[in-house]
């Protein structure tokens, strides 16, 4: 295949053809082909032929397959032979949580500073989640907040009225295994911005809220909260975080409990917050 058109024309004879699972390999390699000629030319073609391969590459192959291609693309950014924007394909057309959420905050970490001190990623974020160009925002939403740099809170209150509830509840399963003060914050500011609402829509974001900060403290590598600095592009820096402060949950639940307190109090649905402080300031007897 020597032209785009012959990639185009050869992959459409693959993907109307596609009858048997022995054939998993070659839509494989065909996915692989495409990424990296995309890599060398950027044809819109291209990009729409690899959204119609991977929709098939979801409906056919396990998700361990899946997570395979996605890390030879991620070895592929590391060795500098792709660039993070090929991210944005498993962002965009991914249906596993964990494929599509990786993706995200390997998006984020492996772009430049932008001259806002955002991550030049974030704007291809914001563009994939405000125009619904993937098929699950709620991964992609709940990712960008788990990574932890405040520097990203005004794009994310940009995004969250493009996501449904549904989004949202999604985007609290969102965890990495490592706690971070911005993350933590962002879920409070929500919640506390929704609860006094009586709306079905603001009561379901609560809880999700609510969920995402139970789900922190449960799934946390280690009892520690962190407050970080992200040095961008992360292949530039080692480290590339870096840590202002950390607190272990102890000291973190007395900081935030006069935070859960006020919501708890002004949650006019069920009192979801209840369960937030008993899992947060349990020394302080709340």
């Not at 070895?75 to 032979?81: F, I, K, S």
């Not at 933590?184 to 379901?204: F, G, K, N, P, T």
């Not at 909260?225 to 040095?231: A, Q």
Request: proline share 3%; charged share 25%.
């Amino acid at each position: 295949m020597e032209t785009i058109d012959d990639l185009v024309a050869d992959s459409c004879v693959l993907i109307d053809g596609y009858l048997d699972p022995a054939d998993r390999e070659q839509l494989y390699n065909r996915i692989w082909h495409c990424l990296r000629w995309q890599q060398q030319e950027s044809d819109n073609r291209i990009a729409q032929l690899i959204t119609k391969l991977y929709h098939l590459f979801v409906r056919v192959m396990p998700v361990e397959q899946r997570r395979m291609i996605y890390q030879a693309a991620r070895h592929e950014v590391e060795r500098r032979n792709f660039t993070p924007a090929v991210f944005c394909v498993f962002m965009q057309n991914e249906t596993d949580e964990g494929i599509a959420s990786t993706a995200t905050v390997d998006l984020l970490a492996y772009s430049k500073r932008d001259r806002s001190s955002l991550p030049v990623g974030f704007k291809a974020l914001l563009n994939i989640i405000e125009h619904r160009l993937c098929r699950i925002p709620g991964a992609l939403f709940g990712a960008a907040v788990t990574f932890g740099d405040r520097n990203l809170f005004i794009g994310l209150d940009t995004m969250a009225p493009h996501l449904t509830d549904r989004d949202i509840h999604m985007a609290a399963r969102m965890q990495t295994g490592y706690v971070h003060h911005a993350s933590l914050q962002y879920w409070i500011s929500i919640a506390r911005r929704m609860a006094s609402r009586e709306d079905r829509v603001a009561q379901s974001v609560v809880g999700s809220c609510a969920s995402a900060l139970v789900r922190y403290s449960e799934s946390a590598f280690q009892s520690v909260v962190t407050d970080i600095e992200r040095l961008y592009p992360a292949w530039d820096f080692n480290p590339a975080v870096s840590v202002r402060q950390q607190w272990d949950f102890e000291e973190y639940g007395r900081l935030v409990e006069p935070q859960l307190s006020a919501i708890h109090a002004a949650e006019v649905g069920e009192k979801v917050f209840g369960e937030v402080i008993k899992v947060w300031c349990r020394s302080s007897g709340a």
